[in-house]
């Protein structure tokens, strides 16, 4: 007997280096947060240049909550971290380019009746800036940013609730990314 083929309904990109090559000094970015959460108290030698700003939040979150920092603090300093992130983004939004041939893929998908998504830890307003700047926009039937959700990529919660606004299961979706972050929390 021959098993029926899942119907793919939905294609989730990551945005970053997948629907544009964003030209943006992670090193640096990552850096200016550290040099933040140092001077907010974290040690420096618990944080490294080589983790994700959000592997870095997570380490000072379970810092300060064991220091005795209240949650309206440790969400401050969260807020402010993402903020100091938020403006190196929005600089090199400014000098962002499509990937070559994306505006047409999204187009024939589109034409397929595909649904289509993004789930970026990009910023709310830097992902916005870069669908409108290059009128793409109008193809993306869902968005999620890590202003969205409270845990990004790799957690499942990131690409759950893009799944959500889509209105689809997993197995009707095919995610499209660039990173082994992408294809973690799509594999699982």
């Given at each position: 007997?021959r ?15 997948t ?24 040690p ?19 810092f ?17 971290a ?5 403006k ?22 589109r ?16 992902t ?9 926009n ?48 799509a594999?699982?």
């Amino acid at each position: 007997m021959r098993r029926k083929k899942p119907m793919i309904r939905a294609v989730v990109f990551d945005l970053d280096g997948t629907i544009v090559r964003f030209n943006i000094d992670f090193r640096t970015v990552r850096a200016d947060v550290r040099s933040f959460l140092v001077k907010e108290g974290m040690p420096a030698s618990v944080l490294s240049l080589n983790e994700s700003i959000f592997e870095m939040l997570k380490k000072a979150e379970i810092f300060m909550k064991n220091t005795g920092k209240s949650a309206a603090k440790i969400e401050e300093i969260r807020r402010k971290a993402l903020a100091i992130a938020e403006k190196h983004e929005s600089e090199a939004a400014k000098t962002t380019s499509l990937q070559p041939g994306i505006t047409e893929v999204l187009k024939t998908l589109r034409d397929m009746d595909l649904k289509i998504g993004i789930f970026t830890v990009n910023s709310r307003k830097s992902t916005d800036y870069i669908l409108e700047k290059f009128g793409i926009n109008k193809y993306f039937n869902a968005v999620i940013t890590r202003d969205d959700v409270r845990n990004v990529k790799p957690h499942t919660e990131h690409l759950e609730n893009v799944l959500k606004v889509l209105e689809l299961s997993p197995k009707e979706v095919l995610v499209v990314g660039d990173s082994s972050a992408d294809m973690k929390c799509a594999k699982e």
